[in-house]
Protein backbone atom coordinates (compact mmCIF):
# COMPACT_ATOMS: atom_id res chain seq x y z
CA UNK A 1 0.00 0.00 0.00
CA UNK A 2 1.61 3.43 -0.69
CA UNK A 3 2.06 5.86 1.73
CA UNK A 4 -1.37 7.85 -0.05
CA UNK A 5 -3.35 5.06 0.06
CA UNK A 6 -2.34 4.69 3.92
CA UNK A 7 -2.87 8.24 4.66
CA UNK A 8 -6.07 8.43 7.19
CA UNK A 9 -7.71 11.52 5.48
CA UNK A 10 -10.00 14.23 7.56
CA UNK A 11 -12.83 13.10 6.00
CA UNK A 12 -13.81 10.03 3.98
CA UNK A 13 -16.54 11.00 1.17
CA UNK A 14 -15.59 7.71 -0.48
CA UNK A 15 -17.02 5.81 2.72
CA UNK A 16 -20.03 8.27 2.96
CA UNK A 17 -21.06 7.42 -0.49
CA UNK A 18 -20.93 3.42 -0.15
CA UNK A 19 -22.86 4.07 3.00
CA UNK A 20 -25.42 6.10 1.56
CA UNK A 21 -25.13 6.00 -2.19
CA UNK A 22 -28.26 3.52 -2.70
CA UNK A 23 -30.25 6.01 -0.53
CA UNK A 24 -29.04 9.05 -2.61
CA UNK A 25 -30.12 7.38 -5.93
CA UNK A 26 -33.36 6.91 -4.54
CA UNK A 27 -33.45 10.88 -3.49
CA UNK A 28 -32.45 12.22 -7.00
CA UNK A 29 -34.57 9.48 -8.64
CA UNK A 30 -37.71 10.65 -6.79
CA UNK A 31 -36.45 14.71 -7.84
CA UNK A 32 -36.35 13.99 -11.49
CA UNK A 33 -39.76 11.96 -11.61
CA UNK A 34 -41.25 14.62 -10.02
CA UNK A 35 -40.57 16.96 -12.54
CA UNK A 36 -40.26 19.98 -10.13
CA UNK A 37 -36.65 21.24 -9.24
CA UNK A 38 -37.18 24.45 -7.80
CA UNK A 39 -38.88 25.21 -4.04
CA UNK A 40 -40.99 22.31 -4.15
CA UNK A 41 -41.94 19.32 -2.00
CA UNK A 42 -38.70 17.91 -1.66
CA UNK A 43 -37.68 21.14 0.06
CA UNK A 44 -41.47 21.31 2.00
CA UNK A 45 -40.69 18.06 3.47
CA UNK A 46 -37.08 18.07 4.42
CA UNK A 47 -37.61 22.18 6.04
CA UNK A 48 -40.56 20.14 8.05
CA UNK A 49 -38.63 17.56 9.40
CA UNK A 50 -35.58 19.84 10.18
CA UNK A 51 -37.56 22.19 12.14
CA UNK A 52 -38.94 19.41 14.38
CA UNK A 53 -35.43 17.40 14.60
CA UNK A 54 -34.18 20.76 16.22
CA UNK A 55 -37.10 21.82 17.87
CA UNK A 56 -38.03 24.78 16.23
CA UNK A 57 -41.37 25.89 14.66
CA UNK A 58 -39.73 27.07 11.50
CA UNK A 59 -36.84 25.95 9.10
CA UNK A 60 -36.32 27.58 6.17
CA UNK A 61 -33.87 26.49 3.24
CA UNK A 62 -31.41 28.31 1.74
CA UNK A 63 -28.13 27.97 -0.42
CA UNK A 64 -25.74 28.23 2.87
CA UNK A 65 -24.63 28.89 5.61
CA UNK A 66 -23.45 32.18 4.45
CA UNK A 67 -26.57 32.66 3.61
CA UNK A 68 -28.69 31.45 6.58
CA UNK A 69 -26.53 34.02 8.80
CA UNK A 70 -27.47 37.17 6.14
CA UNK A 71 -30.91 36.17 5.86
CA UNK A 72 -31.37 35.19 9.59
CA UNK A 73 -29.55 38.64 10.64
CA UNK A 74 -31.86 40.75 8.48
CA UNK A 75 -35.33 38.57 8.52
CA UNK A 76 -34.82 39.61 12.52
CA UNK A 77 -34.82 43.28 12.15
CA UNK A 78 -30.98 44.27 12.25
CA UNK A 79 -30.48 46.92 10.47
CA UNK A 80 -27.72 49.03 8.34
CA UNK A 81 -25.52 50.31 10.70
CA UNK A 82 -26.20 48.33 13.70
CA UNK A 83 -23.45 46.46 15.89
CA UNK A 84 -23.20 43.21 16.25
CA UNK A 85 -20.94 41.54 18.75
CA UNK A 86 -19.34 38.28 17.62
CA UNK A 87 -16.39 36.16 17.53
CA UNK A 88 -12.78 36.70 16.02
CA UNK A 89 -12.30 32.98 15.73
CA UNK A 90 -14.27 31.03 13.13
CA UNK A 91 -14.91 30.37 9.12
CA UNK A 92 -15.07 34.17 7.72
CA UNK A 93 -18.76 33.37 6.66
CA UNK A 94 -19.52 34.51 10.06
CA UNK A 95 -18.23 38.17 9.87
CA UNK A 96 -19.28 38.15 6.17
CA UNK A 97 -22.68 37.72 6.94
CA UNK A 98 -22.90 40.43 9.17
CA UNK A 99 -20.97 42.53 6.40
CA UNK A 100 -23.65 41.31 3.95
CA UNK A 101 -26.11 42.75 6.42
CA UNK A 102 -24.63 46.10 6.21
CA UNK A 103 -24.00 45.86 9.92
CA UNK A 104 -21.01 46.45 11.95
CA UNK A 105 -19.07 43.37 13.64
CA UNK A 106 -18.07 43.71 17.14
CA UNK A 107 -14.93 41.42 18.27
CA UNK A 108 -14.68 40.77 21.89
CA UNK A 109 -11.56 37.46 22.87
CA UNK A 110 -12.84 33.90 22.88
CA UNK A 111 -12.25 31.73 25.98
CA UNK A 112 -10.07 29.00 26.70
CA UNK A 113 -12.55 25.84 24.50
CA UNK A 114 -12.17 28.71 21.55
CA UNK A 115 -15.60 30.24 22.25
CA UNK A 116 -17.13 33.35 22.44
CA UNK A 117 -16.05 34.71 25.87
CA UNK A 118 -19.48 35.74 27.44
CA UNK A 119 -18.22 37.27 29.89
CA UNK A 120 -16.24 39.81 28.12
CA UNK A 121 -19.67 40.57 26.15
CA UNK A 122 -21.70 41.31 29.19
CA UNK A 123 -18.86 43.60 29.64
CA UNK A 124 -19.16 44.92 26.02
CA UNK A 125 -22.73 45.19 25.75
CA UNK A 126 -23.44 47.14 29.41
CA UNK A 127 -20.31 49.54 27.98
CA UNK A 128 -21.95 50.75 24.59
CA UNK A 129 -26.21 50.46 24.09
CA UNK A 130 -25.21 51.00 20.29
CA UNK A 131 -24.30 46.77 20.06
CA UNK A 132 -28.12 45.74 19.21
CA UNK A 133 -27.29 42.18 18.08
CA UNK A 134 -25.32 38.96 18.50
CA UNK A 135 -23.77 36.63 16.33
CA UNK A 136 -22.48 33.61 18.76
CA UNK A 137 -20.85 30.96 17.15
CA UNK A 138 -21.36 27.23 18.68
CA UNK A 139 -17.22 26.63 17.44
CA UNK A 140 -16.29 23.03 16.51
CA UNK A 141 -19.76 21.44 17.19
CA UNK A 142 -19.42 23.25 21.35
CA UNK A 143 -22.22 24.24 22.63
CA UNK A 144 -22.15 28.09 24.15
CA UNK A 145 -23.59 27.84 27.51
CA UNK A 146 -27.21 28.66 26.75
CA UNK A 147 -27.96 29.65 30.20
CA UNK A 148 -25.73 32.59 29.90
CA UNK A 149 -26.75 33.26 26.62
CA UNK A 150 -30.58 33.95 27.46
CA UNK A 151 -29.29 35.85 30.24
CA UNK A 152 -27.43 38.41 28.14
CA UNK A 153 -30.39 38.34 25.53
CA UNK A 154 -32.81 39.26 27.78
CA UNK A 155 -30.81 41.58 29.76
CA UNK A 156 -29.67 43.29 26.90
CA UNK A 157 -32.74 43.25 24.72
CA UNK A 158 -30.78 41.64 22.10
CA UNK A 159 -31.56 40.23 18.82
CA UNK A 160 -29.05 37.16 18.45
CA UNK A 161 -28.64 35.11 15.23
CA UNK A 162 -26.94 31.74 16.84
CA UNK A 163 -24.28 30.12 13.79
CA UNK A 164 -24.84 26.62 14.40
CA UNK A 165 -23.09 25.50 11.16
CA UNK A 166 -20.80 23.32 13.10
CA UNK A 167 -23.66 22.01 15.45
CA UNK A 168 -26.47 20.42 15.04
CA UNK A 169 -27.76 18.73 17.83
CA UNK A 170 -25.04 19.88 20.09
CA UNK A 171 -27.04 20.77 23.69
CA UNK A 172 -25.84 23.01 26.47
CA UNK A 173 -27.82 21.69 30.24
CA UNK A 174 -30.35 19.83 27.93
CA UNK A 175 -31.05 22.53 25.26
CA UNK A 176 -30.13 22.35 22.39
CA UNK A 177 -28.17 25.04 20.48
CA UNK A 178 -30.16 27.56 18.24
CA UNK A 179 -32.86 27.66 20.24
CA UNK A 180 -32.04 31.08 22.15
CA UNK A 181 -31.58 33.13 19.50
CA UNK A 182 -34.60 34.51 17.30
CA UNK A 183 -32.72 32.40 14.59
CA UNK A 184 -30.24 30.59 14.23
CA UNK A 185 -28.41 29.31 10.99
CA UNK A 186 -26.94 25.62 9.65
CA UNK A 187 -24.59 24.87 6.86
CA UNK A 188 -25.14 21.65 5.22
CA UNK A 189 -21.78 21.97 3.33
CA UNK A 190 -20.11 18.58 2.39
CA UNK A 191 -17.91 18.41 5.93
CA UNK A 192 -20.50 19.42 7.99
CA UNK A 193 -21.94 16.99 9.95
CA UNK A 194 -25.06 17.21 8.24
CA UNK A 195 -23.49 18.04 4.76
CA UNK A 196 -24.98 18.11 1.11
CA UNK A 197 -23.56 16.85 -2.15
CA UNK A 198 -22.83 20.33 -2.51
CA UNK A 199 -23.95 23.66 -0.34
CA UNK A 200 -27.24 24.31 1.45
CA UNK A 201 -28.25 25.97 4.63
CA UNK A 202 -31.15 26.53 6.43
CA UNK A 203 -32.66 29.35 8.80
CA UNK A 204 -34.47 27.99 11.89
CA UNK A 205 -37.03 29.71 14.02
CA UNK A 206 -40.47 30.18 15.64
CA UNK A 207 -40.93 33.23 14.56
CA UNK A 208 -43.69 32.85 11.98
CA UNK A 209 -43.09 36.35 11.04
CA UNK A 210 -39.39 36.07 10.69
CA UNK A 211 -40.04 32.95 8.58
CA UNK A 212 -42.08 34.62 6.40
CA UNK A 213 -39.39 37.14 5.61
CA UNK A 214 -36.61 34.37 5.33
CA UNK A 215 -39.04 32.84 2.74
CA UNK A 216 -39.14 35.87 1.16
CA UNK A 217 -35.63 37.13 1.07
CA UNK A 218 -34.33 33.52 -0.03
CA UNK A 219 -36.50 33.66 -2.98
CA UNK A 220 -35.89 38.05 -4.75
CA UNK A 221 -37.98 39.37 -1.89
CA UNK A 222 -40.98 38.26 -3.36
CA UNK A 223 -43.98 37.83 -0.99
CA UNK A 224 -46.16 36.52 -3.85
CA UNK A 225 -44.95 35.78 -7.26
CA UNK A 226 -43.84 39.18 -9.49
CA UNK A 227 -44.47 41.12 -6.20
CA UNK A 228 -41.58 42.30 -4.61
CA UNK A 229 -41.38 44.04 -1.45
CA UNK A 230 -37.51 44.04 -0.66
CA UNK A 231 -34.09 43.29 -2.48
CA UNK A 232 -33.84 39.93 -1.74
CA UNK A 233 -31.77 37.38 -2.76
CA UNK A 234 -31.41 33.84 -5.24
CA UNK A 235 -30.45 31.38 -2.40
CA UNK A 236 -32.67 28.58 -2.40
CA UNK A 237 -32.35 25.04 -1.61
CA UNK A 238 -32.35 22.90 -4.56
CA UNK A 239 -35.28 20.26 -4.69
CA UNK A 240 -32.02 17.90 -5.32
CA UNK A 241 -29.83 18.62 -2.14
CA UNK A 242 -33.34 19.16 0.12
CA UNK A 243 -34.25 15.10 -1.37
CA UNK A 244 -30.41 13.84 -0.53
CA UNK A 245 -30.59 15.43 2.74
CA UNK A 246 -34.05 14.60 3.73
CA UNK A 247 -34.17 10.60 2.69
CA UNK A 248 -30.48 9.32 2.76
CA UNK A 249 -28.38 11.83 5.43
CA UNK A 250 -31.02 13.33 7.99
CA UNK A 251 -32.11 9.74 9.02
CA UNK A 252 -28.19 9.08 9.50
CA UNK A 253 -27.72 11.85 12.04
CA UNK A 254 -28.09 10.39 15.23
CA UNK A 255 -25.70 7.43 14.26
CA UNK A 256 -23.12 9.51 12.59
CA UNK A 257 -23.28 11.71 15.53
CA UNK A 258 -23.05 8.79 18.36
CA UNK A 259 -19.97 7.69 16.11
CA UNK A 260 -18.27 10.97 15.82
CA UNK A 261 -18.74 11.33 20.02
CA UNK A 262 -17.05 7.62 20.26
CA UNK A 263 -14.34 8.47 18.43
CA UNK A 264 -14.05 11.89 20.57
CA UNK A 265 -14.10 10.18 23.58
CA UNK A 266 -11.26 7.60 22.33
CA UNK A 267 -9.39 10.65 22.00
CA UNK A 268 -9.78 12.21 25.14
CA UNK A 269 -9.10 9.04 26.82
CA UNK A 270 -5.79 8.38 24.90
CA UNK A 271 -3.88 11.33 23.84
CA UNK A 272 -1.67 11.75 26.65
CA UNK A 273 1.56 13.54 25.78
CA UNK A 274 3.20 16.45 27.46
CA UNK A 275 2.91 18.81 24.51
CA UNK A 276 -0.61 18.14 23.41
CA UNK A 277 -3.57 20.50 25.06
CA UNK A 278 -6.97 18.11 24.49
CA UNK A 279 -10.41 19.84 24.81
CA UNK A 280 -12.00 19.71 28.17
CA UNK A 281 -15.28 21.39 27.75
CA UNK A 282 -17.75 21.95 30.53
CA UNK A 283 -20.00 18.89 32.01
CA UNK A 284 -23.20 20.46 31.14
CA UNK A 285 -22.20 20.46 27.64
CA UNK A 286 -22.44 17.72 25.16
CA UNK A 287 -20.67 18.68 22.10
CA UNK A 288 -21.49 16.66 18.26
CA UNK A 289 -17.65 17.11 17.77
CA UNK A 290 -17.54 18.24 14.30
CA UNK A 291 -13.75 18.70 14.36
CA UNK A 292 -11.66 17.45 17.46
CA UNK A 293 -9.25 20.08 18.26
CA UNK A 294 -5.90 19.96 19.92
CA UNK A 295 -3.23 22.45 21.13
CA UNK A 296 0.30 21.88 20.32
CA UNK A 297 3.29 24.42 20.62
CA UNK A 298 3.22 26.68 18.09
CA UNK A 299 6.92 26.96 17.34
CA UNK A 300 6.65 23.17 17.06
CA UNK A 301 2.78 23.20 15.07
CA UNK A 302 4.46 22.32 11.58
CA UNK A 303 6.97 20.08 13.16
CA UNK A 304 3.78 18.02 14.77
CA UNK A 305 1.55 18.03 11.64
CA UNK A 306 4.51 16.81 10.03
CA UNK A 307 5.37 14.12 12.24
CA UNK A 308 1.48 13.28 11.86
CA UNK A 309 1.50 13.16 8.16
CA UNK A 310 4.49 10.57 8.15
CA UNK A 311 2.59 8.34 10.34
CA UNK A 312 -0.12 8.42 8.02
CA UNK A 313 -2.78 10.91 9.28
CA UNK A 314 -3.99 13.93 7.94
CA UNK A 315 -4.41 16.94 9.91
CA UNK A 316 -5.71 20.80 9.25
CA UNK A 317 -5.39 23.94 11.14
CA UNK A 318 -8.85 25.72 11.85
CA UNK A 319 -8.52 28.62 11.73
CA UNK A 320 -4.73 30.53 11.39
CA UNK A 321 -5.62 33.86 10.94
CA UNK A 322 -8.10 35.76 12.95
CA UNK A 323 -11.11 37.58 11.17
CA UNK A 324 -10.25 41.20 12.29
CA UNK A 325 -6.82 40.36 11.02
CA UNK A 326 -8.32 39.61 6.92
CA UNK A 327 -7.16 41.69 4.30
CA UNK A 328 -10.95 41.35 3.32
CA UNK A 329 -11.42 43.57 6.47
CA UNK A 330 -9.21 46.67 4.76
CA UNK A 331 -11.24 49.47 4.96
CA UNK A 332 -14.71 47.71 6.46
CA UNK A 333 -16.14 49.00 9.32
CA UNK A 334 -15.67 46.75 12.53
CA UNK A 335 -14.41 47.43 16.05
CA UNK A 336 -12.20 45.33 18.49
CA UNK A 337 -13.57 45.57 21.98
CA UNK A 338 -10.80 43.54 24.01
CA UNK A 339 -7.31 42.20 23.25
CA UNK A 340 -7.29 39.19 21.43
CA UNK A 341 -5.06 37.45 23.16
CA UNK A 342 -6.41 33.82 23.91
CA UNK A 343 -7.98 33.85 20.23
CA UNK A 344 -4.17 34.80 18.76
CA UNK A 345 -2.41 32.28 21.02
CA UNK A 346 -5.64 29.29 19.68
CA UNK A 347 -4.91 30.41 16.15
CA UNK A 348 -1.30 29.78 16.44
CA UNK A 349 -1.64 26.67 18.27
CA UNK A 350 -4.35 24.92 16.83
CA UNK A 351 -4.24 21.35 14.65
CA UNK A 352 -7.78 19.28 14.06
CA UNK A 353 -7.70 15.52 14.15
CA UNK A 354 -9.69 13.45 11.58
CA UNK A 355 -13.05 13.18 13.05
CA UNK A 356 -16.03 12.12 10.90
CA UNK A 357 -18.24 8.93 11.60
CA UNK A 358 -16.52 6.13 9.30
CA UNK A 359 -13.80 5.87 10.97
CA UNK A 360 -12.47 2.39 12.01
CA UNK A 361 -11.75 1.34 15.49
CA UNK A 362 -7.59 0.89 14.25
CA UNK A 363 -7.66 4.42 12.29
CA UNK A 364 -8.56 5.84 16.05
CA UNK A 365 -5.78 3.67 17.25
CA UNK A 366 -3.69 4.52 14.71
CA UNK A 367 -3.97 8.51 15.24
CA UNK A 368 -3.69 8.11 18.68
CA UNK A 369 -0.76 6.19 18.59
CA UNK A 370 0.27 8.81 15.89
CA UNK A 371 0.11 12.25 18.74
CA UNK A 372 1.49 9.97 21.77
CA UNK A 373 5.05 9.18 20.25
CA UNK A 374 5.52 12.87 18.36
CA UNK A 375 9.02 13.16 20.13
CA UNK A 376 8.88 15.57 22.89
CA UNK A 377 11.24 18.64 22.51
Not at 34 to 63: D, K, M, N, P
Not at 146 to 162: A, G, K, Q, W, Y
Not at 309 to 321: E, F, L, N, S
Not at 324 to 334: E, I, S, V, W
Request: glycine residues 8%.
Amino acid sequence: MSLAEAQIPLNNFKRLWANTGESVLDAVRRVGESGWYVLGGEVASFERTLAARVGRGHAIGCASGLDAIEIGLRASGVMPGTKVLTTPLSAFATTLAILRARAVPVFVDVDEHGLLDLDLCRTALASDPAIRAMVPVHLFGHALDLNVLTELRDRFELTVVEDCAQAIGAVHAGQQVGSVGQAAALSFYPTKNLGALGDGGAVTTDDAGIAARCRSLRDYGQSQRYLHDELGMNSRLDELQAAILGHAFLPRLTTWTTRRREVAEAYLSGLRHPEVRVPALSSAAVSVWHLFPIGVPAHRRTAFMEHARAAGVMTAIHYPRLIPDQPALRGQPFEVRSPLARATALAASEVSLPIHPFLTDDEVSRIVAAVCTWPVA
